[in-house]
């Protein structure tokens, strides 16, 4: 008995402890490879080839709350411009920092004019 408790609390300690984890949960790693296989060139981001292939179009309103919460570093309750240059980060550590073009047309998502994605305005992005 005493051997399985240290074994779970072990397990516990390694996925709290793995940083690139939460994404990982949710995404397989064939697919966030194939989402940034299709963005490697500068400004060849397109955020609806993007989510199609990293599968998000595919997932709950619940997982995508949980992948919006990713996004949304500084826990603001919205994606602001320079979360959304870093995007892609949070999918690969080595992921590449998007141009200001992509980043402006990512913004298009924006559709309250607030110059950000809030949590609706990223599930309809994800969507459409
Ligand atoms: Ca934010």
Redesign the pocket.
């Known amino acids: 008995m005493e051997e399985i408790n240290t074994d779970s609390t072990q397990r516990c300690f390694l996925f709290y402890s793995s940083a690139d984890a939460a994404l990982a949960g949710i995404l397989t790693e064939a697919q966030i490879a194939a989402g940034l296989q299709s963005c490697q060139a500068a400004d060849s981001f397109n955020y609806k080839t993007f989510y199609i292939k990293v599968g998000l179009n595919s997932k709950t309103k619940d997982q995508l709350s949980k992948v919006f919460g990713i996004l949304?570093?500084?826990?603001?309750?919205?994606?602001?411009e320079d979360?959304l240059k870093l995007f892609l980060q949070n999918f690969s550590a080595s992921g590449r920092a998007l141009t200001d073009a992509e980043t402006k047309e990512f913004l298009a998502g924006d559709s309250d004019g607030d110059g950000?994605i809030g949590g609706d305005e990223f599930q309809a992005l994800v969507k459409s």
Do not use: K, P, T
């Open positions: 949304d570093q500084d826990r603001s309750g919205f994606i602001e979360e950000r």
